[in-house]
Structure formats: C-alpha cells, structure tokens
C-alpha cells in the first residue's frame, strides 16, 4: 500500500536533549513538508524540501533541522534549542514542486502524525 | 500576504442536520488553489478537495458540497444530512502559486455531530 508513514506515534524527550522524528512515503513524491500543530490552532510550515539533497525554511524553522538524503525519507531533528517543542508533528508529501509563477501546485497528502511531549 | 480565516471556532449539530463551515483567504495572487482538509480525532490529515482559482464552480460530492466565490474571497463547506462519523477537525487552507507549493492553514473547525 502507498503512504506516509511516521514513527514513532508517541515520543517523550527530556528538556536538552535532541529527537529525531521520522517520516517516509513510498509514493514517488518529489516534495515533503514537515508542519507543527499547537491545539486550537492550524498547522505551520517548519521545513520543506522539493528535491532530494535540497530544503528550505519554513514559517517556524528555529530549533529545528532536517535532512534529504533519500527522495523517499526527510527527518525532522527537534534540537534543545527549540524552546516549546511539545506539539504534534506532520509530515506530507506531494508529486510536483514549483519552480515558478507558472507553475502548479499539486496536493499534500499528510502521514499519521507524531505527537511529542517534552518532560 | 495569504492569511486563511475560519471564525467558526466549533460548531454543534444534531446528525442529520445540514451544517456550513465558512473560510475567507487573503491573497494578492491571482493563480492560487484553496484546499478543504478533515482531522478526525486519529489525527491524520485527510485531504477532501482541491480548487484553482479559475475554476469558481461549486462542486458536490455525496454529501459533501463547495461554494467557492472569488467576489466574497470565501470557499465555504457544507455537509448535508450530517452523521456521527463527521465529527472532526476541518481546515481550511490556501496555496499560492509560485510560493513554492506551501499551503497556509486556518485555525480550523471543529464540528461535533451528536447523534
């Protein structure tokens, strides 16, 4: 079956200490996307990559890095710097990117989702 | 600057009921794509519709059914004879394009159908 998956659900950190938060897709998507959800509000941009070895900052990217070493694989890595990390994470992924003011954009199809909890 | 504003924060209803999730975007673009996207309490993100900006039809699936009206910027949501299963979480979200096909979300609404 495609999809995104993301591991693990559930994640418990201790304050200082750096996490890694997974997200792979099997459906020969170009782009991935990481985005952080606070209760009661909407999601927020923290990084997005269009292309493999290639990423950019999103809206919160600040205490947070990623990598894209693999087009099917983008982890997230919430650092100590990041000063309120407990949030639920969602990774997404989408078939086109954009290189322009003439191009389209195609739909983000997002992964279960990690919830993190810093102790 | 885009912005997305849903400014129903919750809404009840009793199934069976139809019920109409409102959503206004700012945009300075005139090439821009509006998403509807359901949570329910699992937490995934399931996507329900897509609309370019040159496309103003409504659009009805099932129950579901889109007023898109550039005049009012509104993509409006309505479920028609609502159901228990509809509870969740419904974003709305906008895309510009050329912004590097990064959505920005409302705040969301939260609809609870009692039964």
């Known amino acids: 079956d495609g999809g995104i998956t993301q591991s693990p659900k559930y994640l418990f950190r201790k304050e200082g200490q750096n996490v890694t938060l997974s997200c792979e897709q099997n459906?020969?998507?170009?782009?991935m996307y990481w985005y952080r959800q606070d209760p009661g509000q909407g999601l927020r941009l923290i990084y997005y990559s269009q292309i493999v070895n290639d990423f950019q900052k999103g809206d919160i990217a600040e205490g947070y890095s990623v990598s894209r070493e693999k087009k099917e694989s983008f982890p997230l890595t919430v650092t100590s710097a990041q000063k309120n990390p407990t949030a639920f994470y969602l990774c997404?992924?989408?078939?086109?990117?954009?290189?322009?003011?003439?191009?389209?954009?195609?739909?983000?199809?997002f992964g279960p989702g990690t919830r993190l909890t810093v102790l | 600057a885009q912005k997305v504003t849903q400014a129903q924060t919750e809404i009840s209803v009793v199934e069976k009921e139809d019920v109409t999730l409102d959503c206004v975007y700012e945009?300075?673009?005139?090439?821009?794509?509006l998403f509807w996207y359901k949570q329910p309490p699992s937490g995934e993100l399931v996507f329900l519709i897509r609309?370019?900006?040159?496309?103003?039809q409504n659009e009805i699936s099932g129950r579901y059914s889109w007023n898109f009206q550039k005049s009012t910027s509104s993509f409006n949501f309505t479920i028609t004879a609502s159901q228990v299963v509809d509870s969740a979480v419904y974003f709305c979200a906008l895309s510009e394009a050329g912004y590097g096909n990064k959505l920005v979300f409302g705040a969301g609404t939260i609809l609870r159908v009692k039964s």
């Open positions: 609309r370019n900006s040159f496309d103003e």
């Open positions: 945009t300075r673009d005139t090439t821009y794509y």
């Open positions: 459906l020969n998507h170009d782009a």
């Open positions: 997404a992924s989408s078939t086109r990117t954009s290189g322009g003011i003439s191009s389209s954009t195609d739909t983000q199809y």
